[in-house]
């Protein structure tokens, strides 16, 4: 599990997650609790929560699968997302987590 600060604008709210979710993984988003679950590719399962203000994420990859267009398409979609839904980008985000690790 991953947590992901998000950039000010960027609102802790699940409708809002939830919207770019079904923007960017084109299969069935369900909501658990106060979880979204879906799956796509390689991803066979992707869950995000808000927690403590910041957006809380698990994934579960199938490792048996070994095309390379598919796991390449999977990870964009999945970096495409964090972007869409914490508006930082992944040199951000490295840069985010190497602070937290820090303190």
């Known amino acids: 599990m991953q947590k ?16 770019c979710m079904t923007e960017i993984f084109p299969s069935e988003v369900k ?3 106060d979880k979204f679950v879906t ?3 390689v991803l ?3 869950t995000v929560w808000i927690e403590d203000k910041r957006m809380a994420v698990d994934t579960v990859s199938d490792t048996t699968l070994t095309d ?5 398409d999977s990870n964009k979609r999945f970096r495409d997302f964090l972007l869409q839904s ?9 840069k985010q ?5 820090s303190k």
Do not use: H
């Open 97 to 101: 987590a190497k602070k937290d690790v």
């Open 44 to 46: 066979s399962s992707l």
């Open 39 to 41: 799956s796509y590719g």
């Open 68 to 72: 390379d267009e598919l796991i390449l």
């Open 4 to 19: 992901y600060k998000l950039k000010r604008g960027y609102t802790p709210d699940m409708d809002r997650i939830y919207e």
């Open 31 to 33: 909501k658990e609790d």
């Open 86 to 94: 914490t508006g930082y980008t992944a040199k951000e985000r490295l």
